[in-house]
């Protein structure tokens, strides 16, 4: 799959002729985030050597300038291209107009930048293989436009059957006719509404069935709301409140913790700081929690079974470390929510080392801790990020989540089937493992 810091989105290989009998299931289609519903990124040919390229797309005209109005970084997610059952290929592209800044970074004269996204146009693009090459067949326009956040995120379509799901905007999604383009209906959870502050946030999934499913998120001034939307390929919609889904999860005026770097002024390195006259630890400060509301770019995954996996976190951007990993049953009741809290205990002398450095560890901290809060390390639900949840063979799930003390390498965990944390990895953040 393609991810962030790619101008290109669509590189094509010559690794021999398709073949759908591998002996394992394997299909050479790719329809959607993560390959299938699972998100277990199964493909119909073995790795091979001398491949040479065929075919270079460029999807993002504007990629220089949005490199240089973030000093030399492109911050932007690009979706995974898809191919159907006859070999079709389906990419992202940009088009409209993109203002930049002068002098870039600046954000003057506004609205410049990441501010004239409004100008953006978000298209998807079908391409047929013909003689050897990649010839253009139709091109269709949404009016999305993506959540505000330090990293564009992706704008991601999912196939079934002759359709093509693509992201539109104020929460809608667009059944489109994958022959030619055409717009067969916007489907629109919330009537006939477009609200320019509500989003759809992460990548659409179908089903075995033909149901899709995606998340929403809708700005409030201090605060944010989310759902789950379920499509069935019938065409009845369904929607349940991730707001209130989780029992015991933080409410909005709730108090949860921030890292030390959030705290007035901020303590001197290395963290954490030395504990407080009295002896007890010193902890970071606190803020509202917000709502739980679906991580920006998760893209639901649904298992064998029918049980559907997808990912929260608190909506305050200080509270990241306040996530959970949820199954839900094929009917959208809960069957479990597992936080991603209190499981870790691999911060301060173990990765990271005691000294006198910046991203050191006081000597003479507590073993264990994360010391950007002196507290068990938490998996964190990273807004930045695109990593989503595999549904595993056994029922259980994976989800790679962000850690920050660790060189910024995050977590992979696992769950088993009934929500119970089985193993961690040093690495995973920004992962959808195949």
């Given at each position: ?101 002068d ?14 996204q ?13 003689d050897g ?32 799901y ?105 963290w ?26 998760i ?20 509270a ?12 959208l ?91 961690s ?10």
């Amino acid at each position: 799959m393609l991810n962030r810091g790619w101008a290109l989105a669509l590189i094509c290989l010559l690794c021999g002729a398709w073949d759908d009998d591998d002996g394992g299931g394997a299909t050479c289609e790719w329809t959607q985030w993560g390959q299938s519903p699972s998100h277990d990124g199964a493909v119909c040919v073995d790795g091979q050597h001398d491949l040479r390229m065929l075919v270079r797309l460029t999807v993002d005209r504007f990629a220089a300038q949005e490199t240089a109005e973030t000093g030399g970084q492109l911050l932007v997610h690009y979706p995974a291209p898809l191919v159907d059952e006859d070999g079709n290929v389906f990419v992202m592209e940009k088009a409209g107009t993109y203002t930049s800044c002068d002098p870039p970074g600046s954000g003057q004269p506004a609205p410049c930048g990441r501010a004239s996204q409004a100008t953006e146009i978000w298209m998807q693009r079908a391409y047929e293989w013909r003689d050897g090459e990649l010839v253009p067949q139709w091109t269709f326009a949404s009016d999305w436009k993506p959540i505000p956040t330090p990293w564009e995120p992706m704008f991601q379509a999912a196939i079934a059957g002759r359709f093509i799901y693509i992201p539109g905007a104020g929460g809608t999604v667009f059944q489109v006719d994958k022959r030619n383009g055409s717009t067969v209906r916007r489907i629109n959870p919330f009537g006939t509404t477009i609200d320019p502050f509500t989003w759809v946030s992460g990548g659409i999934t179908v089903d075995g069935a033909g149901n899709i499913y995606y998340n929403v998120i809708k700005g409030e001034p201090t605060d944010a709301r989310s759902w789950l939307v379920r499509v069935s390929r019938g065409g009845s919609i369904r929607m349940i409140d991730y707001r209130t889904l989780i029992p015991g999860a933080p409410g909005p005026t709730d108090l949860c913790f921030a890292g030390f770097g959030a705290a007035r002024p901020v303590p001197a390195r290395p963290w954490p700081p030395p504990p407080q006259p009295d002896g007890s630890p010193t902890l970071p400060p606190q803020f509202p929690c917000g709502s739980q509301r679906a991580g920006v770019n998760i893209t639901p995954a649904i298992g064998r079974d029918g049980t559907i996996f997808t990912v929260t976190r608190a909506h305050n951007q200080t509270a990241s470390n306040y996530g959970y990993i949820v199954a839900l049953r094929p009917d959208l009741s809960l069957e479990w929510a597992t936080s991603l809290r209190d499981d870790l205990d691999d911060g301060c002398g173990i990765q990271v080392p005691y000294g006198p450095g910046f991203f050191d560890c006081r000597p003479g901290s507590t073993l264990g801790v994360d010391p950007t809060t002196n507290l068990p390390p938490a998996g964190q639900v990273s807004d930045i990020g695109s990593s989503s949840p595999t549904a595993l063979p056994d029922g259980g799930v994976l989800y790679g989540a962000f850690t920050g003390y660790n060189g910024f390498r995050g977590h992979l965990f696992k769950l088993d089937r009934d929500g119970h944390k089985v193993a961690s990895y040093d690495f995973g953040w920004d992962v959808t493992p195949a």
